[in-house]
């Protein structure tokens, strides 16, 4: 069986009296690009920190590509390159003193042309002789990555990596996740922006409250229901509903408007309604099926767990 990239079992950590993150549990295939979502305050920094070792875990055990943190420490931190506050620089030396600065503390060997090459794999190349005050947020990021990438992780891990980019640093940053992942490069990154997340992940996880609440596959997620909500825009509402009211596949129609009305059908009787509405005289202008986002399989999924349990809030 191959080895995960990254491997978390009932990771745990309790402050004071408070369990603020409560046996977590997942992996991150290789070449993979893992999130983890969650509101503010659900735990996902603080889980970074214990796969990191940047804080003691109450509980649990973390394996990057087979090696296991409690034994193979030196093995597995080779293996990871992360961001997890932002990354500190020295603002008047350039992009590629600052670099050489973190290849000199890094835990394997790294030649100067690796820190071109990662500052090339960043698009900083042209920069990279300036000094680092003079940089973009964005630019800033990607340097943050640079530095990240310096010793040739397999697996990249980053907490909030976008806070601060606008859009199209926002675009760049995910394609540039995506060329990395295509090369094998594993990467966990948490955010609490579902659109972005939604673009940016193949899997993801729902940390709410310490604790993982759902796991899986983007395209999972995003997989439509059977049935599905479609808007129909036609000459009569009125009349079309007349029509429809006695299928029995045809539930829940919503008049929308004098001219639209929502129905909640299966594939197919999307063109049974059709049909039925034309051999009733009844013109069809428009057919619409309503798109399902992150955020709303994010609500429905977080609201399941509160009824699930009660609505208790601990
Ligand atoms: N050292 C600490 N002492 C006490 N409580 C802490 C400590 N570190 C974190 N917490 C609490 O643990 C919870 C989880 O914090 P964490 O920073 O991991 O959340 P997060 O999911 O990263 O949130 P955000 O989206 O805001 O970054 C919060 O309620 C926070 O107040
Ligand atoms: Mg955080």
Partial sequence: MAVNALEVRSLTKVIGKKKIVDDVSFSVNRGEIFGLLGPNGAGKTTIIRMIVSLIKRTDGAVSVNGHNLDGQFKEMMSEIGAIVENPEFYKYMSG???LKHYANMAIKEVSDERIMEVARLVKLDDAIHQKVKTYSLGMRQRLGVAQALLHNPSLLILDEPT??????????????????AHEGISVLVSSH?????????????IIEKGKLIHISSMKEAMEEDEKTEVIFEVSSSQKAVDVLKGQAAVSSIKVLADDQFSVHVEKATISTINKLLISNDIDVYGISRVTVSLEDRFLEITNKEVRENGGVVQ
């Fill in 193 to 205: 922006l579902l659109a972005e997340m939604q673009l940016m992940c193949d899997r993801f996880a």
């Fill in 96 to 98: 590629y003193k600052n």
């Fill in 163 to 180: 806070n601060g980019l606008d859009p199209q640093g926002i675009r760049e940053f995910r394609d540039y996740l995506h060329a990395l």
